[in-house]
């Protein structure tokens, strides 16, 4: 029998308190400087940005440094990176952009150099507090309480789980892409044990390996058609990006890897203005099938890259869906003044099954409304991301709280993560590495893409454990 085996090794919580100590520092020299600069001083965000993007490029370095298995187990590496594409890499866009691309991005709403600053200061401020709350979790209770469930499921072949994770994972996805009625949180998130099959399948070696490799190739051409044909970046990549982590952890071939990344960011990049047009066309279009989204598609193609169309999608460089200052500073100002979100609102309704109480609001409409303020239109969503999100909602206690949950939740998957890779149990690897999957959307709201999905995992994770632990197994074992 196979067992999960990942190179590398594990780093436990409190080594990122210095690195919390580092971010709090860059988040007050920010929040101080803005009361000292002048609205066109866009070089103070540049000074910052740039500071803090080679910090957090040398805490990557040695992130990675310590293997795969330390980047599987500590979903704060990915959190870091996310961090540095969205909100350092991101908003130098309007420092050293072309004077095009600035005055589309400050056309969709006005903001300044003191406005960009601050809402940056609120990102480093609130990372600070979520690395200094990991860093004092303890998680030995935990990883204690959960060994009992890998002690069943430390049985299970990798083999075994690839083709389980593929059964479920495409019903799933089927009924998910079926029909908007059946789509939900549920739905959703069964749907993504197709990227643990993707993963299984590429990393596996041994009897039928080539068999395994060619249905993960398979299962993720056809996961990224789909997630083209619903005009979603994320669900197109996706399958792709977990192919090369499988493809990584099977064989570290640098330069197969590189090739592949080269190649990811050449097609984002040709997809990034067609993709924005379809959403507007299949706004418009009284078909919306998926069926029929081909020819939606191939209209989107044509008028994105026409330099005599002025479309949302030909105004949009991939550089600029990585900068969310200026939706930062639209979300500030609304909550400045009294127009704040409802994200948190939402938050004890995750844990009710919709199929309990079917008239649960919808906890993913967040970016809808934002996107409603700012532009009239709920036909697309407009993230600010976590930190920011939490002041949409509550001011400045809403970033803390925010940052505080979150931490916890992140270091909850953390320690079963560790211990899932320590029990060497394949089947356990979805719950672990959904940590990491949450963390890079650190781009989203909190409700939505943290503690949601949360609520989902870890309520059936725990009554799991309630099962194991009220001796359920014991009974079956002897009547046997």
């Given at each position: 029998?196979?067992?999960?085996?990942?190179?590398?090794?594990?780093?436990?919580?409190?080594?990122?308190?210095?690195?919390?100590?580092?971010?709090?520092?860059?988040?007050?020299?920010a929040f101080?400087?803005?009361y000292?600069?002048?609205?066109?001083?866009?070089?103070?965000?540049?000074?910052?940005?740039v500071?803090a993007?080679?910090?957090?490029?040398?805490?990557?370095?040695?992130?990675?440094?310590?293997?795969?298995?330390?980047?599987?187990?500590?979903?704060?590496?990915?959190?870091?990176?996310?961090?540095?594409?969205?909100?350092?890499?991101?908003?130098?866009?309007?420092?050293?952009?072309?004077?095009?691309?600035?005055?589309?991005?400050?056309?969709?709403?006005?903001?300044?150099?003191?406005?960009?600053?601050?809402?940056?200061?609120?990102?480093?401020?609130?990372?600070?507090?979520?690395?200094?709350?990991?860093?004092?979790?303890?998680?030995?209770?935990?990883?204690?309480?959960?060994?009992?469930?890998?002690?069943?499921?430390?049985?299970?072949?990798?083999?075994?789980?690839?083709?389980?994770?593929?059964?479920?994972?495409?019903?799933?996805?089927?009924?998910?892409?079926?029909?908007?009625?059946?789509?939900?949180?549920?739905?959703?998130?069964?749907?993504?044990?197709?990227?643990?099959?993707?993963?299984?399948?590429?990393?596996?070696?041994?009897?039928?390996?080539?068999?395994?490799?060619?249905?993960?190739?398979?299962?993720?051409?056809?996961?990224?058609?789909?997630?083209?044909?619903?005009?979603?970046?994320?669900?197109?990549?996706?399958?792709?990006?977990?192919l090369i982590?499988?493809?990584?952890?099977?064989?570290?071939?640098?330069?197969?890897?590189?090739?592949?990344?080269?190649?990811?960011?050449?097609?984002?990049?040709?997809?990034?203005?067609?993709?924005?047009?379809?959403?507007?066309?299949?706004?418009?279009?009284?078909?919306?099938?998926?069926?029929?989204?081909?020819?939606?598609?191939?209209?989107?193609?044509?008028?994105?890259y026409?330099?005599?169309?002025?479309?949302?999608?030909?105004?949009?460089?991939?550089?600029?869906?990585?900068?969310?200052?200026?939706?930062?500073?639209?979300?500030?100002?609304?909550?400045?003044?009294?127009?704040?979100?409802?994200?948190?609102?939402?938050?004890?309704?995750?844990?009710?099954?919709?199929?309990?109480?079917?008239?649960?609001?919808?906890?993913?409409?967040?970016?809808?409304?934002?996107?409603?303020?700012?532009?009239?239109?709920?036909?697309?969503?407009?993230?600010?991301?976590?930190?920011?999100?939490?002041?949409?909602?509550?001011?400045?206690p809403?970033?803390?709280?925010?940052?505080?949950?979150?931490?916890?939740?992140?270091?909850?998957?953390?320690?079963?993560?560790?211990?899932?890779?320590?029990?060497?149990?394949?089947?356990?690897?979805?719950?672990?590495?959904?940590?990491?999957?949450?963390?890079?959307?650190?781009d989203?709201?909190?409700?939505?893409?943290?503690?949601?999905?949360?609520?989902?995992?870890?309520?059936?994770?725990?009554?799991?454990?309630?099962?194991?632990?009220?001796?359920?197994?014991?009974?079956?074992?002897?009547?046997?």
């Amino acid at each position: 029998m196979q067992k999960l085996t990942i190179p590398g090794r594990m780093r436990l919580p409190f080594i990122w308190r210095k690195v919390s100590i580092v971010y709090a520092s860059f988040g007050l020299f920010a929040f101080a400087s803005a009361y000292f600069i002048n609205p066109e001083d866009w070089y103070m965000l540049g000074l910052v940005c740039v500071s803090a993007l080679v910090y957090s490029i040398n805490v990557l370095f040695f992130g990675f440094r310590d293997g795969m298995k330390r980047v599987v187990t500590d979903p704060f590496v990915i959190l870091i990176a996310s961090f540095s594409l969205y909100f350092l890499f991101g908003p130098l866009l309007l420092v050293f952009g072309s004077e095009e691309q600035i005055s589309k991005a400050l056309k969709w709403y006005p903001a300044n150099a003191i406005d960009a600053v601050q809402v940056t200061s609120m990102n480093f401020i609130g990372l600070a507090i979520l690395l200094f709350v990991a860093s004092t979790f303890d998680g030995s209770m935990l990883a204690k309480a959960v060994q009992p469930a890998f002690d069943i499921f430390n049985k299970i072949t990798m083999r075994s789980a690839f083709w389980l994770f593929t059964a479920i994972g495409s019903i799933a996805f089927g009924i998910a892409n079926s029909s908007d009625d059946l789509k939900n949180g549920s739905t959703l998130l069964l749907s993504k044990l197709l990227l643990m099959a993707i993963l299984l399948g590429t990393m596996y070696r041994g009897r039928g390996e080539m068999r395994m490799h060619s249905f993960a190739i398979v299962i993720m051409i056809l996961a990224s058609t789909v997630g083209l044909l619903n005009f979603s970046k994320s669900d197109m990549f996706l399958p792709f990006i977990v192919l090369i982590f499988g493809l990584y952890l099977r064989s570290v071939n640098t330069k197969l890897i590189i090739l592949l990344i080269v190649i990811m960011f050449t097609a984002l990049g040709l997809v990034t203005k067609p993709t924005i047009e379809a959403r507007v066309l299949l706004g418009k279009s009284e078909d919306t099938r998926l069926i029929s989204r081909p020819y939606i598609l191939q209209e989107a193609f044509l008028k994105a890259y026409d330099d005599r169309s002025n479309t949302a999608g030909s105004n949009t460089t991939m550089w600029s869906r990585l900068s969310y200052i200026t939706a930062q500073v639209a979300s500030v100002d609304f909550y400045d003044q009294g127009q704040g979100g409802k994200d948190l609102d939402l938050m004890f309704w995750v844990f009710v099954p919709r199929i309990i109480y079917p008239d649960k609001p919808i906890i993913t409409w967040t970016g809808n409304e934002l996107n409603e303020q700012m532009t009239g239109s709920y036909g697309s969503s407009t993230g600010v991301g976590l930190f920011v999100g939490g002041y949409y909602c509550l001011g400045w206690p809403g970033v803390i709280l925010v940052s505080v949950m979150a931490g916890w939740i992140l270091s909850i998957f953390a320690t079963v993560s560790r211990s899932i890779v320590a029990s060497g149990v394949t089947i356990g690897l979805p719950v672990g590495l959904f940590g990491n999957f949450m963390a890079f959307r650190i781009d989203g709201y909190f409700v939505g893409d943290f503690l949601g999905p949360f609520a989902m995992i870890m309520m059936t994770f725990l009554t799991l454990l309630f099962i194991l632990h009220a001796g359920i197994p014991n009974a079956v074992s002897k009547r046997a």
